[in-house]
C-alpha cells in the first residue's frame, strides 16, 4: 500500500486578476465539511477540472462526482490568463509559435477542445463576451517581428491552414494604435473572458445538484489509500470516491507526481481602469480585440468592452519559479515592465492608470509533453498544459474523464501515449539557467 501524499505547497495567488474584479460578487459554494462520498472525485476547478467534470456527466449522467478546489472558482490560473483558445501550433520556446511535433494531429485535438467550449457555452446560454469565436492576430512591430511572423505563414501554408496578412493601416483600423506595423489573422481561436467562462462552466455544473457538487476554498492536503478507494482530506471534511481525476497543473508536484519534471513559470499581467467615453474615442479602433506578439516572449494585448467598461490588458515577462509563487515586489517589477509596454502602444491614453496586477502560475515540460494518465491506481492526472491551458487543459480534463470511465478515444490515446515530462537539471541550476534564457529572449523580443 503506498503511503499518504501530503500537499506540500497550497496554491497562493499573487495580485488580484482584473478578469475576476471586474465581475459582479459571487457567492462561493460550500467547503467540504464532514465525511462524504463520490463516484469520481477532481481536485482543481480550473479548465481541466471543470472540463472533466462536464464530460463525466456527459458519458454517465448517473455518476456522482465532487471537484474539491483549493481557493474560490475563477480566482487561480483559469481565471487569470489573457483568454486565447487557440487551435494551431502555439510553441512558447520556439521563435515563431511554429510547432515541431505532429501539428496536424495537435491541431485536429485543440479544435475538439475548442468546440467542447462552444458547446458548454450554447448550452450554457452564455454570451459573445464570455466566449468569441473571433480569431485572433499575431501583431508585429518591428522587422524582426514581420519575419517571425512570415515565418510562422510559412509554416500555415505547409499545414494548408488559412490565415491572412494584415498591413500597418489594417492594424491601426482594428487596435487604434499606429504601433504595429503587421499582423497576421487566423480564424480558428476563441476568445475568452477566462474568469466568465470558468464561472459559467461552474456554475453550470453545480446546478446539477445532487450530481455533480463542487467545494470551493477545499485545499487537498493529503490522498490516502481507504481500502480500494482513496481518501481526500481538504479543510473539515474528507471526501472519499474510488477514482480521483488530479487536474492541479503544477501542483501535480506538491504531492510528488512528476517530481523534478514540471516548469513552474510566472506569468504577469496589468489591466487598466474602465476608460471614459472620451478616452475610447481618442483610441478608435475595434471594441474589442487581442493580439499575440509575433515574438512568443513579447507582449500580449487585448482591448475589452462590456461588463466592467472599456479597458485594456497587458500581459508580459515570464519567470521560472520552482517555489510555485512569487512575491507582491515582482509583480510591482514587472508592472513597471507593462506601464512601458502600454505607453509605447497607447500615446493617446496617457495618464490612464492600471487598476489591477497580477502574476499566474504556468507548468510546462522540457519535452512539451503533458503530465497525463495513471499515477496510482484509480487516480488520473490531467496537469501540465505548457502555456496554452485554455485548450490542453480542456482537452486533459475531457481525456481523463474518458480513461477513468475506461473508454478508449483519439484523445486518451493521443494524451496517454505521449512519452513522459523530461528530467530538469538539479536546483540552482535549472532555476539560474531557464530565468537567464527568459531574460536573455525577452531582451531579443525587445519592443515585440
Ligand atoms: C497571465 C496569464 C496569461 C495566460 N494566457 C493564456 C492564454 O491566453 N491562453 C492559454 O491557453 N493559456 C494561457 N495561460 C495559461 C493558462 O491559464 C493555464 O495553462 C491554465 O489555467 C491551466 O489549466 P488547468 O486547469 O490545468 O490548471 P489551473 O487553471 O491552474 O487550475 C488548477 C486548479 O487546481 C487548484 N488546486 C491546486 N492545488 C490544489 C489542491 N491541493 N487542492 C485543491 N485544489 C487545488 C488551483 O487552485 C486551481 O484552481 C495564461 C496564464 C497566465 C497566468
Known sequence: MSAPRRALRLPRQPGVSGWAAILPARAPCPALAGRQTADVAIIGAGFAGLSAARRLAQLDPALRIAVLEAGRVAEGAAGRNTGFMIDLPHDLASDDYAGSGDDRAQIALNRQAIGFAAEAVEELGLDAETFAPAGKINAA???AGERA???YSAHLG?????????DAAAMREITGTGFYRAGLFTPGAAMIQPARYIRGL???LAARAGRVTLHEDSPVREIARAGDAWA???????LTAPRVILAVNGHAESFGFFARRLMHVFTYASMTRALTAEEAARLGGQARWGVTPADPMGTTVRRISGTGGDRIVVRSRFTFEPSMTVSDAQVARAG????RRFAERFPMLAGVGMAHRWAGHLCLSRNGVPAFGEVEPGIVAACCQNGLGTVRGTLAGMAAAEATLG???GRTRALAGAEAPARLPPEPVASIGANAYLRYKEWRAGRE
Not at 505547409?158 to 494584415?166: F, K, Y
Not at 481526500?232 to 474528507?238: I, K, P, V
Open 158 to 166: 505547409q499545414l494548408g491552414e488559412a490565415h491572412e496578412m494584415l
Open 141 to 143: 512591430a518591428t522587422e
Open 149 to 151: 511572423n512570415r515565418g
Open 407 to 409: 473508454r478508449e478515444t
Open 232 to 238: 481526500l482530506q481538504a479543510g473539515a471534511g474528507t
Open 202 to 204: 461552474a456554475d453550470g
Open 336 to 339: 513597471r515592465l507593462h506601464d
